[in-house]
């Protein structure tokens, strides 16, 4: 089984900057598959969970919701199994719980990277509070 773990939210005035991080633990890989895709999800209150950023370990290729890009940035570190998010210039509207994601996968992260039905193991969260 695969543990991801969220640290580094907390409450920060508006354009501030916070780092999340996530670790992982437990099967780095699962049966045939050799690599993952790991994302960044946020669900603020009252809204639906979406999709802020994700990275394969395939290409190293990232993808970003359009309402981050240029603010945000994700990141990883292989040798420490974690995964990061920087994100710059916060907005009240960045607020909320967020989750960290992962799939196995021999394939880039790929076009539907957003939806969270493409992820099999998810963290507890934590919450970013912009004001």
């Known amino acids: 089984q695969v543990q991801l773990v969220e640290s580094g939210g907390g409450s920060v005035q508006a354009g501030g900057s916070l780092r999340l991080s996530c670790a992982r633990s437990?099967?780095?890989?699962?049966?045939?598959?050799?690599?993952?895709?790991m994302g960044w999800f946020r669900q603020g209150p009252g809204k639906e969970r979406e999709g802020v950023a994700a990275?394969?370990?395939?290409?190293?290729?990232?993808h970003y919701a359009d309402s981050v890009k240029g603010r945000f940035t994700i990141s990883r570190d292989n040798a420490n199994y974690t995964l990061y998010l920087q994100m710059n210039s916060l907005k009240p509207e960045d607020t909320a719980m967020y989750y960290c994601?992962?799939?196995?996968?021999?394939?880039?992260?790929?076009?539907?990277?957003?939806?969270?039905?493409?992820?099999?193991?998810w963290g507890q969260g934590t919450q970013v509070t912009v004001s």
């Open positions: 437990g099967d780095t890989f699962s049966g045939t598959y050799t690599g993952y895709c």
């Open positions: 994601a992962a799939r196995w996968t021999n394939l880039p992260c790929g076009d539907r990277w957003y939806l969270s039905s493409q992820y099999n193991y």
């Open positions: 990275i394969s370990s395939r290409d190293g290729g990232t």
